[in-house]
């Protein structure tokens, strides 16, 4: 009561303890922010990222993955895209912000996995892993989603005995092998040692979360058919593609092997930052992931310290995540790999060294305890900066530092579609000429046409423009291969050919004409589909670029 007689409303003051969980949740969400505003704007023209945008923009328009189009992974991303295109409308934006959804669930669950072992710790591991997967951008790719997915499901079914938190847990764990199958180890490792460890309660509502992460499967199963639903996900990724795709293990020291690391070595020149060369930086990186997943292994089967059985699942996810660096050990692979195991590598120095400081008697040393965390971050992210400083270094440096906050960046808008190209003179150049190429396309074709768009060189379909197909909303993909990829429409009695025949206009290019990766890639495929375009169509328009193609009179 006041001196009037009033009551008074005392709100009650959060805790210390909410107060620092708090600021150690801010910290990443700051580091996250930094970049935003430049990754929104970032150029969308790679394939990978409007392979994404395209389908999801056609499941809106009835055609389905796998079934109507050619996808390489578990469909759990396009859907959730195309699910954010139905609410907010079809954009580079909204799929970037679903994009961001994702990296923020990683990031959580990261953070909430190594509070256990003190905020600090989850700070930093959480910055460790957001500073290897800053350079990706918001592009919402299959791995980062179902990886995002899948250490916030396994935080939750590690937090105790509370059923619904297991059960929301194994939800996301299931839903994580909905967005990439590959995840599917991993979900293993968390959620088998969970069930078999829990009481009867607790596994029942592990395996209801679990069934209900994957019921997504069935609904799929059941609008694409068993064969499409197989053949999407299993037969073309794992087997049809993999001679086009694969590079050598071990890495070559004395060459990048991806072609836009390659590229990159070429335009680049010399480099002039200390250290390895770029090829044998990413020969580096390779045996750091093994030898550091193999050191984790050996760290946990030797930790004496608090969360034993946490530290030892993490660990289990991490060697359950290698692979996917195995299978083509390129800089982008070894990175999205990584961005979990440095998490778990931070944890694996710190909470040691944080043992020993608040054991120690003298007064310096408990103080020093509390710089534990922020040291094994800069350990690890200093000992990757050494071993390669392009590839993890600048990357990382430029992504926090050029020009963070500008969003500006050249565009094409067309159709009601607008992509963002990048920076500079020479990004407002092609810009023009992509431009240019769609209003060439929209005066060929009429809404409702079919329209194909790839490489000159049909017998090698390594890489494609499918962001054209983005542009131009009110035509019909001709072909079921949105992507380039050697090995399927290449292959050997495939059916682009057949497709191809069909097609109003053809959009050709040559500028993946120099692809060479030490692989299948190289090799000559079907030669039907290049038949059919020298005997039914002329080159009737175009830029330097891309040429435009239409049935001949």
Known sequence: MDPHGRRRLRLPLPSVRRSVEVVSLAVPALFVAIPLARMLGAGATAMEEANVLVVAAGILDGRLPHADVE??????????????????????????????????????????????????????????????????????????????????????????????????????????????????????????????????HRRARLGTGLMAGLSPFLLHLVLVGPRSMVEGMVVDPMFRLRAGRRLPLPPDPSDSGDFFARLDDLLRGPDGLPGLDRPAQIAALFWLLLAGTALLVLVARRWRGPGRARFATMVAMAVALVPMALQRPSPNHLKFVGTFTVAVAVVAIAVPLSRRAHATTAPLGRRAGALVAPMALALVLGGLVIVAPHHIGRFTFETFTDRPFDSSTATVVHDGRTLP?????????????????????????????????????????????????????????????????????????????????????????????????????????????????????????????????????
């Open 71 to 200: 996808y390489l992974y578990a469909p759990g991303t396009v859907w959730a895209v195309a699910g954010a295109f139905w609410t907010l409308g079809t954009s580079v934006v909204v799929e970037r912000l679903v994009g961001l959804a994702y990296r923020l669930a990683l990031l959580w669950g990261i953070h909430r996995l190594c509070r256990h072992w003190g905020p600090g710790t989850a700070t930093c591991a959480a910055l460790a892993s957001w500073a290897v997967i800053a350079p990706f951008g918001l592009v919402a790719y299959p791995w980062i989603t179902g990886l995002g997915l899948l250490v916030a499901g396994t935080a939750l079914v590690l937090e105790g005995d509370d059923g619904r938190r297991a059960s929301i847990g194994a939800g996301l764990c299931g839903l994580a092998a909905f967005h990439q199958l590959v995840l599917v180890p991993a979900v293993l490792v968390v959620v088998l040692p969970a069930f078999l460890a829990a009481a009867r």
């Open 421 to 553: 190209v990048g920076r500079g003179t020479s990004a407002a150049a092609v810009a023009d000429e992509i431009d240019t190429v769609v209003s060439m396309a929209d005066h060929l074709t009429r809404p409702g046409d079919r329209v194909f768009v790839g490489p000159v060189d049909l017998t090698r379909t390594n890489y494609g423009d499918t962001f054209l197909y983005f542009l131009l909303p009110d035509v019909v993909p001709a072909s079921r291969h949105l992507e380039m990829n050697p090995g399927l429409a290449n292959r050997q009695g495939g059916n682009l050919a057949v497709e191809l025949a069909t097609a109003d206009l053809l959009v050709l290019t040559d500028r993946f004409d120099g692809w060479s990766e030490p692989n299948a890639s190289v090799l000559q495929g079907d030669m039907a589909a290049t038949a059919v375009v020298a005997g039914r169509f002329c080159d009737v328009a175009g830029t330097t670029t891309w040429r435009l193609f239409t049935p001949c009179p």
